[in-house]
């Protein structure tokens, strides 16, 4: 440890305190996630269904004509946090913009007014990222019957992605959060 930084230990100290505070953050924004009957992934499930419906309505009554209920692929999306649909450098990537995002209301001079809001900007933007992702396939999709579409969405055919790609899919999402997170009439049925 002091031969990184052998004039300034404390550099480091620091830094592990930083990244300790970090990742308890990270862990508060996803704690339904993993509690009983995860009512933090059924509530972003529920979210992601909405969204789309409003995003793509022709994909969600697809889906829905299908009999293909958004539980059975995006509890994993949820529950796994797009590791398995990602290559690792990718993941940190998308995380790493994750964990940028505070999501916690603004008042208009930008200081959050609640400080137990921040941190779930991980579990607000992962919602949008998946209606994103959800909605790259759309076209593809819309093509497919119930089984092909629960296999294509279970091994999306994302290994030949790059940064770029990652980079695309987390701007669509900010436009989707730009758009739907503060206007949630427009979620509404």
């Not at 704690?31 to 969204?51: H, S």
Request: aromatic share 12%; proline share 3%; glycine share 4%.
């Amino acid at each position: 440890r002091e031969e990184l930084h052998p004039q300034k230990p404390y550099l480091l100290a620091q830094a592990e305190a930083d990244a300790f505070w970090c990742l308890s953050l990270l862990l508060d924004s996803v704690q339904d996630n993993y509690t009983f009957a995860q009512p933090g992934i059924q509530r972003m499930v529920f979210k992601l269904k909405e969204l789309i419906a409003r995003i793509d309505a022709k994909l969600h009554t697809h889906l829905l004509n299908e009999n293909l209920h958004f539980i059975q692929f995006a509890f994993r999306w949820m529950n796994c946090l797009l590791l398995r649909e990602f290559s690792l450098d990718l993941i940190l990537r998308l995380w790493d913009t994750y964990l940028a995002e505070y999501g916690g209301p603004e008042d208009a001079a930008g200081a959050y007014t609640q400080a137990s809001d921040i941190g779930d900007g991980f579990a607000v933007l992962h919602v949008y990222v998946c209606a994103a992702l959800l909605t790259h396939w759309s076209a593809r999709l819309k093509t497919m019957e119930f089984q092909d579409l629960v296999i294509f969405l279970q091994h999306l055919p994302t290994s030949g992605w790059c940064n770029t790609d990652v980079a695309e899919l987390l701007s669509q999402a900010y436009v989707f959060k730009a758009l739907y997170h503060n206007a949630p009439s427009h979620l509404a049925g």
